[in-house]
């Protein structure tokens, strides 16, 4: 079945948004420089092959890039039951009061109540356990809540920095390792919260960054912490039956006046990241610069804010596929997709990136 989507002139369905990826093409490391990945710019009408570092070529004084400044949090957490059996934990938010949201990975759920023995880096072992109060936030919901303790009374911040590993994506085959924990984290990092990294900000480093400050392309910050759920493809084909997961975000006053002077003067606003085309969109649309947004961007959306976007490439049949078709136009994405595939791009989280500008 398939939904109409006002400003469309077609229908779309989950079908739609799939693709044909070589198993080859996903990148398993990242590239050896930051911005020395490729960038397949798709500002035409026909793909340009580029290197990342020649995006200062691509902008101009005046415009503002926006970033999501969130910090990717070692989140997952490995553990055992008292009867021996061995549990996971993706911690997907923290609540307060020593509380976390959690994804769990077991063969047979645990009773509330239960206490599990969590594994403690070696050096530092203090006791460290959860203990399992419930699902969250709704009864019958996939994530659970849980109590984070040790021995010291440390936060679930200090426990996770401490024991906790590198939230690698499911398509990524080896655990975390020192790369990892410098490389999936954006160079400027700054408020902890995400389980997975805003991967379009990957390329940039301090050398990039001083090129576009000399030339007056000017920056702004906002933060959406990215949640388990942005690797999780759309199940139904119908997409106006899809429910989207919750991600908390903020948008600064500072980045709002940055964003109003930058429209005043004739300037672009460049979304790095799909996360932040979410964030400055579901605060265009609500009005409130912060809260939790379950946006959904589909062909057919009005954006407000955004001019150009700097971006991954994304899974097939997920509703990051889907943004950038509303972005850029369904055609023009399947088309660079294809470009990009034929010349063997290196795909998500630790590949290449692409240039698009809004669709007319």
Request: with cysteine; charged share 20%; proline share 5%.
């Amino acid at each position: 079945m398939q939904a109409f989507f006002p400003g469309t002139e077609r229908a779309f369905a989950l079908s739609d948004f799939d693709f044909e990826l070589p198993e080859t093409l996903i990148a398993q490391h990242p590239a050896a420089e930051r911005s020395g990945s490729r960038l397949l710019d798709g500002m035409g009408a026909t793909s340009v092959d580029r290197i990342f570092r020649e995006l200062p070529n691509l902008l101009k004084a005046g415009d503002l890039l926006v970033f999501n400044d969130t910090k990717v949090i070692n989140a997952r957490l490995f553990g055992e039951k008292s009867t021996g059996g061995k549990v996971e934990l993706l911690i997907e938010r923290v609540l307060g009061g020593n509380q976390v949201a959690a994804h769990m990975r077991v063969s047979k759920k645990p009773e509330v109540g239960a206490t599990i023995k969590m594994t403690c880096a070696p050096g530092h072992e203090d006791g460290l356990c959860a203990t399992l109060l419930g699902r969250w936030p709704n009864v019958d919901g996939p994530i659970y809540r849980f109590v984070l303790s040790n021995d010291k009374g440390d936060d679930p911040y200090t426990l996770m920095e401490r024991h906790g590993h590198v939230p690698l994506p499911p398509y990524i085959t080896h655990s975390d390792s020192p790369e990892d924990v410098q490389r999936y984290q954006t160079v400027f990092a700054k408020n902890p919260g995400a389980v997975a990294a805003p991967t379009a900000a990957l390329h940039f480093d301090e050398a990039l960054f001083a090129q576009l400050d000399a030339m007056g392309v000017q920056r702004a910050h906002v933060t959406l912490h990215v949640g388990a759920g942005t690797f999780q493809p759309v199940k139904t084909e119908n997409l106006a039956e899809h429910h989207m997961h919750s991600e908390w975000y903020n948008v600064p006053a500072e980045t709002q006046a940055a964003i109003a002077a930058c429209k005043a003067r004739g300037g672009r606003v460049v979304a790095v990241g799909t996360t932040t085309v979410r964030t400055l969109e579901s605060w265009a649309k609500t009005g409130l610069a912060s809260g939790d947004t379950t946006i959904f961007i589909t062909p057919g959306f009005a954006f407000q804010l955004i001019d150009v976007l700097v971006t991954n490439f994304h899974l097939p049949k997920s509703s990051l596929m889907m943004l950038v078709s509303a972005f850029a136009g369904y055609d023009h994405i399947m088309g660079l997709y294809r470009d990009a595939i034929a010349r063997e791009y290196r795909f998500f989280s630790y590949g290449d990136a692409m240039l698009l500008q809004r669709a007319a």
